[in-house]
């Protein structure tokens, strides 16, 4: 990857073609409605299903305030976004404090309540102090929010993702964070976060995606840096193992082959078309059947 690469990419006027794009505004990443980003391809499999991706897909959930104080976090940790706007009030009940944050979001900007302001701000102290996060995320080594857009050989449904941050070229190999804010980075419990949100296929996705454009050979590792919500704001940087990554690759061809055959026909179905023979769930079964039969 070089910076001319880079610095040439722009969208044109008629869709995304394929590249590298590292000023391309969120809002038209995520209205780029045909191609298939890695949290798309998720909501298509189990317990999710085609039907609730294509509503989803065609209504838009609102804005929530956990979504600003996302944002916020990633715009201090990662030095790119709308702009931070402190407002001195202890909540949003008066009307004087909601005036400045209808005012604040007019002009663009993220409107956060003094404590949210200083929480965001202790959060980035925290990465900045972590051994390895520091250095993943050391301003000047990378850029922020760059999209790619390719094409997927099999099935030709065009595919996109948007690193939070894109390590600058050089030697050696491509390690590409991923920031998020949880409840707990205990190891186990990110573990389970794993399974619950399918970070595995995050991974695989963008892992997929950096090779598409040349960024980094099949070494190309994709890490994530979780940090806690609230103080002392702990951090843990972990990267799925490989049995994780196969599965998640099975888990995003299984989606992506899904997606072509519903655009092909059409049809975007449920959780199922046929009557349903269920049984109760094991552990009820096992216990009503010692008490009962």
């Keep these: 990857m070089t910076d001319t690469a880079l610095a040439g990419a722009s969208a044109p006027a008629a869709g995304l073609a394929p590249g590298l794009y590292p000023n391309l505004p969120i809002e038209t990443y995520h209205g780029d409605r ?4 890695s949290s798309g391809a998720r909501s298509l499999l189990a317990p999710s299903c085609p039907a609730r991706f294509r509503y989803e897909q065609d209504n838009p959930r609102p804005r929530k305030a956990v979504f600003d104080f996302g944002n ?17 009030a202890p909540d949003w009940r008066s009307k004087a404090a909601r005036e400045e944050r209808i005012k604040v979001e007019a002009a663009g900007g ?3 309540l003094a404590a949210e ?13 972590h051994p390895v996060a520091s250095a993943l995320f050391a301003p000047g080594s990378g850029r922020p929010e760059v999209s790619v857009f ?13 690193f939070d941050w894109l390590p600058n070229p050089g030697p050696g190999r491509l390690i590409i964070p991923d920031y998020k804010t949880c ?8 573990a ?29 590792a994709f890490v994530f840096v979780c940090q806690e919500k609230t103080a002392p704001y702990l951090v843990t940087v972990f990267e799925p193992d490989m049995t994780a990554l196969r599965i998640g690759a099975a888990k995003n061809r299984r989606a992506i082959e899904t997606y072509a055959r519903c655009v092909e026909t059409g049809h975007w179905p449920g959780y ?3 009557i349903a023979y269920l049984s109760l769930p094991v552990w009820a079964e096992i216990r009503d059947t010692e008490t009962y039969l």
């Design 272 to 274: 199922t078309d046929e």
């Design 192 to 220: 389970k976060a794993v399974h619950e949100y399918g970070y595995h296929q995050q991974a695989d996705w963008y892992r997929a995606a950096a090779r598409a454009v040349d960024l980094g050979g099949e070494d190309t």
């Design 72 to 88: 916020a976090a990633h715009r201090v940790v990662l030095g790119d976004g709308p702009e931070l706007v402190a407002i001195e």
């Design 150 to 162: 390719w094409e997927d050989r099999p099935t030709g449904v065009r595919r996109r993702a948007r």
């Design 34 to 37: 045909t191609s298939l980003s």
């Design 117 to 129: 302001y200083d929480q965001v701000q202790a959060m980035a102290d925290a990465i900045r102090r």
């Design 110 to 112: 993220v409107a956060l």
């Design 183 to 190: 409840r707990s980075a205990e190891p186990s419990a990110l």
